[in-house]
């Protein structure tokens, strides 16, 4: 999942305190289920930033909340076209894309981040997610038992671990595992640390970031001609 975390409650209140009516908007996917955008969460935001505009002079900034189901897709969007009207400015807790389809769906709004956009991860434990996936368009973790060496270590190394690795640990942190370590236990324990034996292949990296924003087309699921 896409995890972030929250602005301060000053940066929130100083992006939006130019303005006399906001809409803060949380979404109900991802951001909801790593605490940081989800109904409870943009609640708690709501009062804590009216609080904070009152005590710079702006207390009569009109400051409301709502939550739709996903902000990344246009038709959820749709509950917010005719209440959005009424506000001057969005504040989206969602992620870095919901942002900007609600910028594109309301042209017309000042649209505001509310949240830092973090990484693709996982629940690690309670209170803690980590980074897994760097998203790079070109997976190659059947060549790495299934270990991303792009995203967990720290060198991005493809052939064999640095020489700062002591006791399963990398040399950047002694609570980060070794990406390294981890692979090779994993190929040991499947039985197939032989595979390791052949020089790995450099990443193609035009299928990252490093190739221009990307997209996705499954012609199968496209209901109207593509042009």
């Known amino acids: 999942m896409i995890v972030a975390d929250r602005k301060s409650i000053s940066e929130i209140?100083?992006?939006?305190?130019g303005h006399d009516r906001v809409l803060l908007v949380g979404c109900g996917t991802c951001v909801t289920v790593c605490l940081?955008?989800?109904?409870?969460?943009?609640?708690i935001l709501g009062s804590a930033v009216r609080m904070s505009l009152k005590l710079i002079g702006r207390g009569h900034?009109?400051?409301d909340e709502c939550v739709i189901e996903r902000q990344c897709e246009d038709a959820f969007i749709d509950a917010l076209a005719i209440r959005g009207v009424e506000y001057d400015a969005i504040?989206?807790?969602?992620?870095?894309?919901?942002?900007?389809?609600?910028?594109?769906?309301?042209?017309?709004?000042a649209v505001y981040p509310g949240l830092n956009t973090q990484f693709i991860?996982?629940?690690?434990?309670?209170?803690?997610?980590a980074e897994k996936c760097?998203?790079?368009?070109a997976c190659r973790l059947g060549e790495f038992a299934a270990v991303c060496p792009i995203t967990?270590?720290?060198?991005?190394?493809?052939?064999?671990?640095?020489?700062?690795?002591?006791?399963?640990?990398?040399?950047?942190?002694?609570d980060r595992d070794c990406a390294w370590q981890l692979i090779y236990d994993r190929a040991k324990a499947l039985g197939i640390l032989d595979k390791f034996e052949a020089v790995a292949g450099l990443q193609d990296w035009s299928t990252s970031t490093d190739g221009g924003p990307r997209k996705v087309v499954r012609e199968d699921q496209c209901i109207a001609s593509l042009e």
């Open 13 to 17: 209140r100083d992006m939006i305190k």
């Open 36 to 43: 940081a955008g989800g109904e409870r969460e943009v609640g």
């Open 61 to 63: 900034v009109v400051v």
């Open 91 to 109: 504040c989206s807790l969602g992620c870095g894309a919901g942002v900007q389809a609600l910028a594109e769906r309301f042209p017309d709004k």
């Open 121 to 129: 991860g996982i629940l690690e434990n309670q209170g803690v997610w």
């Open 134 to 137: 760097a998203a790079c368009g």
């Open 152 to 174: 967990r270590c720290a060198k991005r190394l493809f052939n064999g671990p640095c020489g700062g690795s002591r006791q399963g640990k990398c040399e950047i942190t002694a």
